[in-house]
């Protein structure tokens, strides 16, 4: 059991870090080891959780308050109960990222990882993020995503974010205001943030994690839902990522114009905005008919690393259920995926701000980790087609006066300075990864870059 135990966690000293990776095991396993038992025994059997439970001293009316939450299957009451162990230590990791001691911290010292009761249901959320003048948006995700919406909007102080009336209250918004200045600087969007921030609030059991101009069909929840209904262990296992395949529109619009510096500086033309909303794709039939007229592509085709890996071909023949991802084609692998809402999941790095490496930092961790990969049939998200093009904008840029493009040149280098940043921040994530998890090609609970 103790193998096993070690194994699901990754808690292994293999490779060529295996020095330093030792004293990371040792100091962890001592504090943990107890907790990963009780939970390895949790999922072999569901209905033996309670008993993993320290007896706590308290009233009598604490302990039939604590009885009442037992039976909840509220998230927030299920995260307090399978609060920290008593007398586990914390598993001290300063990897220099905030994520990474979280999760450690957190695989040490739950009490147990049972996560969601048999009895309790499963739904999901859609989760959000964006700044206010992407907020049209939502009349249409509205009526493609039935259920809760948690939306996470990054704005200037000075504006009053106007919320979509034709959502009922289905939405919960969480504004996250700035000062002008802040606000204005792009690169210091902080997507993981407002990322995490709106994760915090899902009151489902799962949750889409998507970007607001990426668009759900129809059928998405109610797919989702169904196949919860059908196949429940699907989403039992909480170690497990659900991928939505991601298609663009991919034509030009004149929905919005934008110095290719910041989408909040975009204006949009409502009309021409709305004319296009009503091409995009909002079930499988119209995505083929869409792929076929060439006005659809693989999301995105200009980085297949990104998205390859979900492999279109096989998801065009895919009649039903979820399909296993064996391997991944690329490290760079960054779906939108469905995931549980459970205590482990690694939380987004709030250190990515702005455009690069903010996703796919959390699809490399929860891989790290252990998560498993599985395709959904039929159902798919649709970008929405982007603004003008790159070499539009540079032709305009070109008629501009030069005092203007000595302007366009500093934002430039300053986008060049923040790209490098980011990938070199991202490189040094991945070794903190490997240090506090060991080396993905060393484990066999990993999932493996194909031909590897
Ligand atoms: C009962 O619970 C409250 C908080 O809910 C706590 O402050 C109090 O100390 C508890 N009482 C006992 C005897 O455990
Ligand atoms: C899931 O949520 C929807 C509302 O979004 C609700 O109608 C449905 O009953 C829920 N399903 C379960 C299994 O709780």
Known sequence: MRRRT???????????????????????????ISSLFHHATAV???????E???????????????????????LFDLRR???????????????????????????????????????????????????????????????RWEGPIVLAVYTDRSTVVEKETSCGDRVDYRIVPATKEVFARHNAYPVNRLRNLAISRVKTSHFLMSDVDLWPDVFL???????????????RDPWRAIVVPAFARDVKTECSSSTAAS?????????????????????????KDCIISKQCHIFDRFNMDGHGTTDYRSWLRQENGVRDIPCFLSNRYEPYVVLAHTPDRPKF????????????????????????????????????????????????????????????????????QHRSHMDKLYRNFLDALIAVYGSPGARDDVVRICNA
């Not at 604590?66 to 509220?74: F, K, L």
């Not at 919860?228 to 989403?235: G, R, S, Y």
């Open 6 to 32: 070690r194994e699901r966690r990754g808690v292994h000293r293999r490779g060529s870090s295996e020095r330093t990776f030792y004293i990371v095991v040792v100091v962890v396993t001592c504090g943990i």
């Open 44 to 50: 072999a059997n569901p209905t033996s959780s309670s």
């Open 52 to 74: 993993a439970e320290p007896e706590p001293v308290e009233s009598k009316k604490n302990a039939t308050k604590r009885r009442g939450a037992r039976n909840s299957c509220d």
């Open 349 to 416: 790095e709030e250190q990515f701000t702005g455009y690069g490496k903010n996703k796919i930092q959390n699809l490399v961790h929860l891989r790290y980790v252990g998560w498993k990969f599985a395709v959904l049939a039929r159902s798919f998200l649709t970008h929405f087609p982007h603004h003008k093009s790159a070499a539009r904008i540079q032709w305009e840029n070109k008629a501009t006066p030069p005092s203007q493009q000595q302007g366009a040149d500093a934002a430039t280098d300053v986008d060049a």
């Open 263 to 287: 989408d909040s500086q975009s204006t949009y033309r409502m009309a021409e905005c709305h004319r296009e909303a009503e091409q995009m794709p909002s079930n499988f039939v119209e995505l």
């Open 81 to 143: 109960q399978q609060g920290r162990s008593r007398g586990a230590k914390l598993r001290k990791v300063v990897s220099g990222f905030e994520s990474i001691d979280r999760h450690a911290e957190e695989l040490g010292s739950l009490a147990q990882r049972q996560w969601l009761p048999a009895h309790c249901p499963i739904n999901f959320t859609l989760v959000t993020q964006a700044t206010p003048e992407r907020l049209w948006m939502l009349r249409w995700i509205c009526q």
């Open 221 to 235: 929840l109610r797919r989702l839902q169904a196949l919860a209904e059908a196949e429940p262990d699907v989403f």
